[in-house]
């Protein structure tokens, strides 16, 4: 498996339970990220909605946005192990 494309920027929000999901599968790969809640912070809106994209977990690694639907389908395209227990299923 190839590794974590670095930077990973992780955009969340206030209340969304799939941002809390992808946000504890990358701390239990132990993939290093950063994390911008879109909800308190107005330059990370801004930031998410120069990627086109306006919802969350959306990550970004190096030059890709990634509408994160599945922990473990963002594992395999970050090239990480998914450790979670739930996947959102």
């Not at 339970?17 to 990370?44: H, I, M």
């Not at 979670?84 to 299923?89: A, F, N, P």
Request: aromatic share 4%; glycine share 6%; net charge negative.
């Amino acid at each position: 498996m190839e590794p974590v494309v670095r930077p990973v920027t992780l955009f969340t929000q206030a209340g969304c339970q799939d941002s809390t999901r992808v946000r504890d599968c990358l701390v239990s790969a132990q993939v290093r990220f950063v994390e911008r809640n879109v909800s308190t912070d107005p330059d990370a809106a801004q930031a998410l909605m120069a990627t086109g994209l306006f919802a969350t977990p959306l990550v970004l690694a190096g030059d890709h946005a990634i509408l994160v639907t599945r922990p473990r389908d963002l594992a395999q395209r970050l090239g990480f192990v998914c450790r979670c227990s739930d996947d959102g299923e």
